[in-house]
């Protein structure tokens, strides 16, 4: 049951879009494989796309938060794409503020915004 | 007659299993998918309170029909350790897991009704409930 999460590399950027629900082990097999492929690709950053997720609960948010520090501490910027208008309200409400967190409507837009980041 | 359907937690599989559980039946109740969002969020949460602090436990899910109002009750329970201040578990913030689970004033914050019995060396047994508007 556990399945990686594809991620690919086109020019500088990581990209991972996630498809299905996460649970707890994924999510961290998640982490470390991106830490690992930023590393072997030195990539300079990585769109997150999330736009299937219907729902992120506060471990899968910690999780997030955690790898874009994480990839940060490597020298990475990371964009996250897609939040569901539903995961917006929850997350806030469940009192979740993924702050300083670089985010765009969808991938297309978040492509844009990392390019400028990096270019600056 | 009330329908209930339960998830026993264990492993960390059993809380993907409740919340797919619950978002099953909050999609047969007629919720939206933002009501979606914020149940199956509560599960997860509650879920991972019981594998974290009791081991094991279980959820149990209800359709409500009361009255013409129709709803879904989460019922969070286990043999744990209980909860020594509820009062504290309720404030913001406050967390005995380092950050991890947002803790119960969110779950309440996403839910229309909340309560807590909790009975030291007992266990605690949390229901929340969404009525459908």
Known sequence: MNMRIPILKLNEILI???QWELDDQTAIQFQEDLLKKLHDTSAKGVVIDLTPID??????AKVLGDVISMSGLMGAKVVITGIQPAVAITLIELGIRLENVMTALDLENGMDKL???LEA | ??????????????IVAA??????????????TVDQARITTAISELARNIYLYAGAGKIEIERLNEDGLFG??????????????VRKVMEDGY?????LGAGMPGVKRLMDDFRIDTERGKGTKITAIKWLR
Do not use: C
């Open chain 2, 72 to 85: 879904i009750a989460i019922i969070a329970s286990d043999e744990g350790p209980g909860i020594p201040d």
């Open chain 1, 16 to 18: 991972v879009s996630l």
């Open chain 2, 95 to 99: 967390s005995t897991s380092g950050g």
């Open chain 1, 55 to 60: 729902f992120i609960d506060s471990f899968i």
């Open chain 2, 1 to 14: 007659m009330a329908y209930r359907s339960s998830v026993d937690i264990h492993t960390e599989w059993d």
């Open chain 2, 19 to 32: 919340r797919q559980l619950g978002r099953n039946e909050a999609k047969k109740v007629g919720f939206g």
């Open chain 1, 115 to 117: 390019q400028q980041e």
